[in-house]
């Protein structure tokens, strides 16, 4: 008799060759579009941050009960909370490196941003996953993208259930605007998610596209 049990994940434990470096920062403002100075402010002091596969999560401002909703013009203002971090994704060995961040104020766009301390936080143990921007083909329908998504995400060698894209958006760079698109990868094993928070989807991930985080609906 052959008797396989079903796998379980419980036991799962999270590695660590990819973490989240969340810096303190004092930044009261900043412009909706700020993807593009920021990295050149982070350039600056870390200046291997755009040449390597390490990651930058755009800030965003939780959207309230109230009536508040993010804006959607670049240069409309952000008004951060104290608990607003900024926050990079790194491989573990550049962590060190970017603590050199610590002590420094960034100039993004007119807008100051003090650094004040750091923390690593382990990547999401999920099955549900959601990038908010993902640098796509302009020309692409949404069927056209989400083909090109699942093709690559195979290639990957990843499993996964359901893709669902959302919004397109655009992030403004001195070469022209960069097309995004959202995606939710859902029903991934925890290896997997793993695995995807790790390499990301696509180009221009210092500028915060193929970043994936946890989505939060499920």
């Known amino acids: 008799m052959y008797w396989e049990e079903e796998t379980s994940e419980e036991s799962f434990s999270i590695p660590e060759e990819v973490i989240d470096l969340q810096f303190k920062v004092i930044c009261s403002s900043l412009p909706v579009d700020h993807a593009w100075p920021l990295v050149q402010a982070i350039d600056k002091v870390l200046p291997w941050f755009s040449e390597t596969q390490a990651g930058l999560h755009i800030i965003h401002c939780a959207e309230s009960g109230n009536g508040w909703e993010r804006p959607e013009q670049g240069d409309a203002l952000l008004q951060l909370s104290k608990r607003t971090p900024l926050t990079l994704r790194l491989p573990a060995e550049r962590a060190e490196d970017a603590l050199a961040l610590i002590g420094q104020t960034l100039d993004i766009a007119g807008h100051s941003m003090q650094i004040l301390s750091a923390k690593k936080k382990k990547l999401a143990m999920t099955r549900f996953l959601y990038a908010r921007y993902i640098a796509a ?24 259930k359901k893709i669902l894209c959302g919004k397109n958006h655009q992030l403004q760079s001195p070469d022209g605007p960069i097309h995004t698109r959202s995606l939710m990868v859902a029903e991934l094993s925890y290896e997997d998610a793993i695995t995807l928070q790790e390499q990301g989807l696509g180009m221009h991930r210092s500028l915060g596209c193929g970043v994936f985080l946890p989505q939060k609906s499920f």
Do not use: N, Y
């Open 137 to 160: 083909d302009p020309d692409l329908s949404e069927e056209l993208f989400i083909s090109w998504a699942v093709d690559e995400l195979k290639q990957m060698g990843l499993r996964f």
